[in-house]
């Protein structure tokens, strides 16, 4: 049985890069607060999502399948626990988990209670919204110039619209005093996953909604909504000076919440696992958001603070990822039970003889679209194209030298197609298994 003293508290931080975190030796700021977490916990350098984007991470790292094969029928790690005396709950006002893809597969199953904070009427009415503007940017971006008089013109109309554009979704001090609430009006363990939204883009810190530069943060968070293909290298780097005021603001909330949770008594007594659904892009190859399949986008921040175990900023170095979390989840709950595809990182706390040597990541739930990283090499397959960078001398992924090493490229695919295989003992159905043939078929196209 599950050990019932352990409250276990999934902290997910959307869109946070781990190079911009002081623990991982960040230049642009510092979080002291995430750092002393770090530091009364272990820190795994080489961690990297199993999707670049929400919809493809979180289902991997629930379920720890990746995304392109994950069906209603597979556990979820909500499921699990629940299952063994653990009382779920989350706080994640996220709506692409509860639309679309997501909804589809029930991801949200296993939770007794699913609280976006938003309201049914934002629920319901937010996605729409944002997918009408931005079809009137993809329409204007596919017709005309960025030079163009009506191209300007309809991007300030666009930047200027009233429609709110303050976050999508509730500050984390709100989702902390959920969090505090529930962990100390429960008399079961908690399994408590708690979503931040507030490094998500749009990027609107506190002090900036009451300035008087208000509006034009408005219309540049706009732009990189709808169109981003035609930020300047002006409006890319007011965004990221946002986008690292946002961090600031959230560190002193990881750590207003780390603060209740010792003062409650809570903190020795719980595993408190803290990561990122995926990174961001601020121009480094072109683009911004996130969705690529480069480091900034697919490196991710993991750091484990174990229940009453003696592990202070332990740096791990082994190669590891996010879908190893449900297998973790398990361990350090003292449930054996063999259930998910993915070994669990507490082996990685105690030895760094399970190292992986690679790891797979999607771009999208369709499985064309993908990326197999080792330490040294990164193979990246999307739209047909194939890029392959060696990391240990181009760690920033500038040169694409694909062509000089083709032969080595299709072997790294050939690794990735090995490992779906190795799959297929997850999958209970014959179709789930020509789901998984049909993708790596689109992998052998490629080769």
């Known amino acids: 049985m599950i050990n019932e003293k352990k409250n276990i508290i999934l902290i997910t931080i959307d869109s946070l890069r781990k190079d911009h975190l002081s623990c991982y030796d960040s230049n642009y700021l510092k979080t002291p607060n995430i750092d002393k977490l770090a530091s009364e916990g272990c820190v795994f350098n080489n961690a990297f999502a199993g999707g670049?984007?929400?919809v493809t991470s979180v289902t991997s790292f629930l379920t720890s399948i990746p995304a392109p094969f994950v069906r209603?029928?597979?556990?979820t790690i909500q499921e699990i626990l629940r299952n063994n005396g653990y009382k779920t709950i989350s706080y994640n006002p996220n709506v692409q988990l509860v639309y679309g893809f997501c909804r589809e597969l029930g991801i949200t199953r296993g939770f007794e209670k699913y609280d976006t904070l938003l309201g049914s009427t934002r629920e319901r009415f937010e996605v729409p919204i944002e997918e009408g503007i931005g079809k009137i940017g993809q329409i204007t971006t596919n017709l005309f110039s960025k030079n163009s008089i009506v191209y300007r013109l309809i991007s300030n109309i666009v930047g200027y619209l009233p429609i709110p554009i303050t976050k999508p979704a509730p500050r984390?001090?709100?989702?902390?005093?959920?969090?505090i609430s529930t962990l100390t009006n429960n008399d079961k363990p908690v399994f408590l996953w708690l979503f931040y939204l507030d490094v998500h883009n749009p990027y609107m810190p506190t002090k900036r909604t009451n300035s008087s530069e208000y509006l034009n943060v408005v219309s540049t968070n706009r732009k990189l909504r709808y169109f981003k293909k035609y930020l300047s290298i002006k409006d890319g780097e007011k965004l990221h000076s946002l986008y690292i005021e946002e961090i600031e603001q959230l560190d002193k909330?990881?750590?207003?919440?780390m603060s209740e949770l010792k003062e409650n008594g809570l903190y020795e007594n719980s595993v408190i696992i803290f990561t990122a659904d995926h990174g961001e892009q601020f121009g480094e190859h072109g683009d911004f958001g996130h969705g690529a399949l480069y480091d900034e986008v697919i490196s991710v921040p993991l750091i484990i603070k174990l229940a009453n175990d003696d592990c202070h900023l332990k740096k791990i170095e082994s190669l590891v990822s996010l879908t190893n979390i449900p297998s973790t989840i398990m361990e350090v709950a003292n449930y054996n039970q063999k259930?998910?595809?993915g070994k669990s990182l507490y082996s990685s706390i105690n030895s760094l003889e399970d190292e992986r040597t690679f790891v797979l990541c999607f771009g999208n739930t369709s499985g064309d679209n993908y990326c197999l990283r080792t330490k040294r090499w990164k193979v990246i397959i999307s739209n047909k194209k194939i890029e392959l960078f060696n990391l240990e001398k181009d760690p920033m992924e500038k040169v694409d030298?694909?062509?000089d090493y083709t032969d080595f490229a299709r072997n790294l695919q050939m690794d990735a197609i090995s490992?779906?295989?190795?799959?297929?003992?997850?999958y209970a159905k014959s179709s789930e298994e020509l789901k998984i043939k049909r993708v790596v078929e689109?992998?052998?196209k490629t080769m």
């Open 72 to 75: 209603k029928e597979h556990q």
């Open 401 to 403: 030298i694909y062509h």
């Open 172 to 179: 984390a001090h709100e989702i902390n005093r959920k969090a």
């Open 253 to 257: 909330e990881i750590g207003n919440l």
């Open 339 to 341: 259930i998910f595809s």
């Open 442 to 444: 689109k992998f052998r």
């Open 419 to 426: 490992y779906l295989n190795n799959l297929k003992q997850y």
């Open 52 to 54: 670049s984007n929400t």
